[in-house]
């Protein structure tokens, strides 16, 4: 009962970060039609941030700020200066655009920072466990699921309550409609990179936890799995993102727990065989957005 | 019929002299270089020869297709794995590979061999993924390219005793030389630039172009994706196996995502869209890797000593790839080949045909276009509900109704772009119930769209010969480009033949997208708005053209417009929908002095005002 317990804990954890990762891509695409690949990047530049942070001084607290706040302003200036010039571009040009962008950002933080991993300290208080009834659970991983939890929770009424999460899905519907309706195009944007910030800044951090180091090709793996979720998930749709980074979640975690041993160095082989048999019987992913043919 | 003459059938005679100069311009001076040129320099030829082949494997699915693969460099790691395997010294692999089964470490075999048996294991894999991806769209299916890289690439890892894991694979016998390079390079360019100009690449391109109107000129775009993509498969499976027996040392690592970086930006910034864009990206960044190599270590520039920058490569790699996409988006090349900068005269011309020649398809039976009860809801919403009509071949039904009556909905239902709720469509007795659209247009159903959908980047010559070779299988390209010429000119518009579609004024454009329509040899043809946007000339010369198709083809024609004096003056009947219900149906007459349909259309108080007019 315990290990399942358990390994179901730790399939939420790493499914809310995926989630989390997913959400932020699938924002920017339904609004722009780009997948970005620089999003890995957003998560390394939190990293840093922390880490730069903690050398300066600050508070700990104060740290994870600053890594969501760098992330935030990187996204910001990606779009700015980036993805701007191409925005009426096919996805295709989108797509190689922002894989060129990425090289040269984790190049630059590699000449400029370091290729190696630089350490973050993990502040004690989150090092041990919490009791809850009769179980132990590790609080980074209590942690990690409520702020995810929170984060989607927030994203949800931002999405539900506010004009301009109104706004932002009516742009994810339907970009040029909701122009026409005048909504401002350089606004919702912005606002779909910042949202994607925010979100790979948090993922970011759920990672640092697990992690403890920080080193250019972090984001690298984390959101080519997101990427993967997304597209699980159905393009474009932000619930399909979040259900897609889930599963995988979950698909992974159990694969890690049950995978006899001789086949466990094919754990990443193996999830991802498995998303894309469910592409097979789901080709516009498992919650698609309607498109419609006219 | 011998081989012979199916091959010549079914090649793209006209692309042979472009095809022969572009492979004889890299073969050339690679030839030389194997004659007269010292050691380093054959093996930078080599190298490109080998890179060249893998751009092409790449070039022919995701130019062709216009979905970016990420995936193919997974097979070039295939190829290399399995030949270097199959080649290797017994003695090395008892001690390297010591998993191996004992009939793999005993046996050493040829280049060939080993190939052809690393091409079986890559087309295996190609085939198993390649039937999920097609059938995704373009931007998912290349993020599930990209799984593919990392499936490949952990399992070669993961599989250490079997492979060497991450360590590197050493001691594979040097088995390609430059010759061997130069021979397979110009198969590998003909067959590339011949695929393009095929008919299987014609409709790939369609699909590439615009999907719905590709499905709906009867083109099956996932099965020609699969094509090309086992196709692609192939030459990097082949480039892979190169590779290892060329530089006779490998690792899991060199087929990832730095190799697949390079190949891409070969591939984008020659021009993704044609051959030789993709031979020329890859001389470019060839020599721009040449020559950054050289400077990473640290170099000095007038007197300034610049320190060793990590990762150079990558950087100028990606700065190419971005000063070619915010320029002109589509590579030095665009879509052309070495064929356009060919003199005139070296080209061949196709002939105007003196006189339009009406052929009408062979009657296979249904005469009727029948819809029962058909019903399509959005969850609550419903957008046609509980519709009954019937076309018959050689008549012309009009479909009108204020704006959202659900005209559009109803002719997505009949041609298979939209699934009916429930209701049923049938030609004759045989259902069209839940068949695919492409699979609709082959049994007999030409469609135009509301918003023109052609294929943007392909010729107007191209683009009805896309849709006549559904419908004429088996006939060679030739033929069909003779079938599609005389249609042109039958719409007279064969003077566009050679334009790029997407260049053309909107009125020539409708019409080039009617000729479409009529290749696939409908017996119904179903038309949303061909008038709209037309002035009163335009407008009576598509009018004239349909009254002409009707009778000389026998087509049932099943139109949607909003211009009354058009709908009026051309259909035998006309069926009214209203807030996705039938109101309606009759003579032209008898519809204009119906109440409910003057209701419909100008509210109750005004239809009252225009009845008492009237």
Excluded at chain 1, 47 to 58: D, H, K, R
Excluded at chain 2, 66 to 72: A, K, L
Excluded at chain 2, 236 to 264: E, R
Excluded at chain 2, 270 to 288: C, D, H, K, N
Aim: net charge positive.
């Amino acid at each position: 009962m315990d290990i399942v317990l358990q390994q179901l804990l730790n399939a939420v954890a790493l499914g809310g970060t995926y989630a989390l990762l997913a959400l932020g891509l699938a924002i920017v695409f339904s609004v722009m039609g780009l997948i970005n690949f620089a999003h890995g990047e957003l998560m390394t530049a939190t990293g840093y941030g922390i880490f730069f942070g903690i050398a300066a001084g600050f508070p700990f607290i104060l740290s994870l700020g600053m890594g969501v706040g760098l992330a935030v302003v990187l996204a910001l200036s990606m779009e700015r200066v980036a993805f701007r010039p191409i925005r009426r571009a096919s996805p295709t040009i989108m797509l190689l655009t922002s894989f060129a962008v990425s090289t040269i950002l984790h190049t630059l933080m590699q000449n400029l920072i370091s290729a190696r991993p630089k350490p973050i300290p993990i502040p004690d208080m989150l090092a041990g466990a919490v009791t809850i009834g009769a179980h132990q659970i590790g609080t980074i991983q209590v942690l990690s699921i409520v702020i995810a939890a929170v984060s989607l929770i927030g994203l949800t009424l931002f999405f539900r309550a506010t004009l301009l999460g109104i706004g932002m899905r009516a742009a994810a519907e339907d970009f040029d409609v909701a122009r026409l309706m005048g909504l401002n195009a350089n606004r919702v944007i912005a606002v779909a990179f910042a949202i994607s910030g925010v979100l790979a800044g948090i993922a970011g951090i759920l990672w640092l936890f697990q992690r403890g180091s920080v080193d250019p090709l972090m984001g690298f793996v984390p959101v080519l799995k997101a990427f993967i979720a997304v597209v699980l998930g159905g393009m474009g749709s932000l619930v399909g993102a979040v259900a897609g980074g889930f599963i995988l979640g979950v698909v992974e975690v159990l694969l890690r727990a049950f995978l006899p041993d001789a086949l466990i160095s094919y754990r990443d082989a193996i999830s991802l065989s498995i998303v894309i048999a469910i592409l097979y019987f789901y080709p516009d992913g498992i919650i698609p957005r309607r498109e419609n043919i006219r | 019929m011998s081989f012979g003459s199916t091959l010549s059938r079914a090649i793209a005679v006209d692309a042979v002299p472009g095809a022969a100069l572009l492979a004889g311009l890299v073969a050339l001076p690679c030839l030389v270089i194997a004659l007269t040129g010292s050691g380093a320099l054959v093996l930078t030829a080599t190298n490109f020869l080998v890179m060249l082949i893998a751009v092409l494997g790449i070039s022919l699915f995701s130019g062709n297709s216009g979905i970016i693969s990420f995936g193919n460099v997974a097979f070039m790691a295939i190829g290399a794995q399995v030949s270097a395997t199959l080649t290797l010294p017994p003695a090395i692999k008892t001690a390297n590979l010591p998993l191996l089964p004992v009939f793999l470490q005993s046996i050493q075999l040829d280049f060939w061999s080993a190939t052809a048996a690393a091409l079986i294991v890559v087309i295996i894999v190609a085939l198993a993924s390649g039937l999920a991806l097609v059938r995704m769209s373009p931007t998912s299916a290349s993020i599930a390219t990209l799984g593919l890289l990392i499936i490949v690439n952990s399992i070669i890892v993961g599989a250490q005793g079997f492979t060497r894991g991450s360590q590197a694979m050493y001691g594979v016998p040097k088995l390609v030389g430059l010759p061997m390079a130069v021979g397979l390079a110009v198969v590998a360019i003909i067959a590339t630039r011949l695929y393009r100009d095929s008919v299987t690449g014609i409709r790939l391109r369609a699909g590439r172009d615009n999907d719905a109107a590709a499905r709906a000129c009867g083109i099956d775009v996932p099965a020609e994706r699969l094509r090309a993509w086992v196709a692609g498969a192939i030459l990097s499976g082949l480039a892979g196996a190169m590779f290892a027996h060329m530089l006779t040392v490998f690792s899991a690592k060199s087929f990832y995502f730095d190799l697949t970086f390079s190949i891409i930006a070969m591939m984008v910034v020659g021009g993704m869209a044609s051959v030789t864009g993709a031979v020329s990206g890859a001389v470019v960044i060839t020599v721009l890797i040449e020559i950054l190599r050289r400077l990473e270590n640290g170099f000095s520039l007038g007197g300034l000593q610049v320190p060793q920058i990590f990762g150079l490569t990558q950087v100028g790699l990606s700065v190419a790839i971005l000063v070619i996409l915010y320029g002109g988006q589509t590579g030095l090349l665009g879509f052309r080949e070495i064929d356009s900068f060919l003199p005139k005269s070296w080209r061949r011309q196709r002939a105007l045909p003196a006189a339009a020649s009406a052929q009408a398809r062979a009657d296979d039976g249904g005469d009727v276009l029948s819809v029962q009860k058909l019903t399509k809801s959005y969850g609550g919403l419903v957008a046609v509900s509980d519709v009954s009509l019937s076309v018959r071949r050689g008549e012309i039904v009009g479909l009108i109704g204020p704006n959202g009556s659900g005209k559009t909905t109803l002719l997505g239902c009949i041609a298979g772009t939209h699934a009916a709720t429930s209701g049923d469509i049938r030609i004759g007795t045989l259902s069209l119930n839940g068949l695919a659209p492409h699979a609709i247009a082959r049994l007999g159903i030409g469609r135009t769209f509301q918003t023109v959908r052609l294929f943007a980047n392909m010729t107007v010559l191209e683009n009805v010969t896309a849709a006549l070779a559904d419908a004429e299988r088996g006939s060679g390209l030739d033929a069909l480009a003779g079938r599609a010429m005389d249609l042109l000119a039958e719409m007279g518009i064969a003077e566009l033949s050679g334009h790029i579609a997407g260049t053309l004024a909107y009125g020539q454009q409708r019409r080039v997208e009617i000729a479409r329509a009529v290749a696939v040899s409908p017996a119904f043809l179903l038309l949303d708005e061909p008038t709209a946007g037309m002035n009163d000339v335009e407008t009576g010369v598509i009018l004239a053209t349909l009254k002409r198709l009707v009778a000389e083809r026998n087509i049932g024609l099943l139109i949607v417009d909003h211009d009354m004096k058009l709908i009026m003056s051309l259909c035998d009947r006309i069926v009214v929908l209203n807030k996705g219900a039938l109101i309606a149906e009759g003579s032209p007459d008898e519809i204009q002095g119906n109440k409910n349909v003057q209701e419909a259309y100008l509210g109750r108080r005004h239809a009252r005002l225009a009845g008492n007019q009237a």
